[in-house]
């Protein structure tokens, strides 16, 4: 009873480093996404997917790359860490696009740290 | 420019008694709305949602309201039990279903003590 899985749980990086956070889904889901979330703020979405071969921007995609070359995996690229970039991290994904009762399904976050 | 407010950053309630957390939203286009609660360490989880040509959804101990003359909706929770103590995020849509565009409010935490 997977769902989504994302590693690594915590890193610390320095800044000018690259890094990519593994995202994986055993639920058949089209749809994934990459959100991050800062301290006391919502959840912002950096890219999406609607399905293999397919990614667009988010809110906030400035300084990440993402690819998503099968169903399952959706990793996401920090090429050049900077410290705006320390937040947690959370991979999700959905069925459908679709209508009321479609859920998102969240992994557990990552932590990311640039010093 | 926030689009969707959560104004509370926390709430403490007593086991038993009801908790009420608010969400105010700007756009008027957001026609979905959902609540999703987060324990530590632990993605965010659905929980409810609403949409607009209704004004309330009930589901168990939880009930969302929707105004949307004040473009504000509430979470109910009947009554709170320790387990209910997490984080609540309000979130908007523009589009059913339309993820890529889903707002989120920076979150509630609630705690729920005996």
């Known amino acids: 009873n997977a769902g989504v899985t994302q590693t690594p749980k915590f890193r610390i990086l320095k800044i000018g480093q690259s890094m990519t956070l593994q995202c994986t889904q055993d639920?058949?889901?089209?749809?994934m996404y990459w959100y991050r979330q800062d301290p006391g703020m919502g959840l912002k979405l950096i890219y999406y997917?609607?399905?293999?071969?397919?990614?667009d921007k988010g809110e906030v995609p400035n300084g990440y790359n993402v690819s998503r070359s099968t169903t399952e995996d959706f990793p996401l690229r920090l090429e050049l860490a900077a410290p705006s970039q320390t937040s947690v991290y959370f991979c999700?994904?959905?069925?459908?696009?679709?209508?009321?009762?479609?859920?998102?399904?969240f992994g557990e976050g990552s932590w990311l740290t640039v010093v | 420019d926030q689009q969707v407010k959560q104004n509370s950053p926390s709430l403490s309630v007593q086991e038993g008694r009801i908790s009420i957390l608010n969400c105010d939203y700007t756009?008027?286009?957001?026609?979905?709305f959902l609540w999703y609660k987060k324990y530590p360490a632990e993605g965010p989880t659905f929980l409810i949602s609403?949409?607009?040509?209704?004004d309330k959804n009930e589901d168990g101990r939880f009930t969302v309201f929707l105004n949307k003359s004040a473009k504000h909706l509430s979470l109910h929770i009947v009554p709170s039990q320790p387990g209910d103590s997490a984080v609540y995020f309000c979130?908007?849509?523009?589009?059913?279903?339309?993820?890529?565009?889903?707002?989120f409010g920076a979150g509630t935490r609630l705690a729920v003590h005996p």
């Open positions: 999700a994904s959905s069925w459908d696009r679709g209508t009321i009762g479609n859920t998102i399904y």
């Open positions: 979130a908007a849509s523009a589009n059913p279903g339309g993820y890529n565009k889903l707002i």
């Open positions: 639920m058949n889901h089209n749809y």
């Open positions: 756009n008027s286009m957001f026609d979905y």
């Open positions: 609403i949409s607009s040509i209704k």
């Open positions: 997917s609607v399905g293999a071969g397919i990614t």
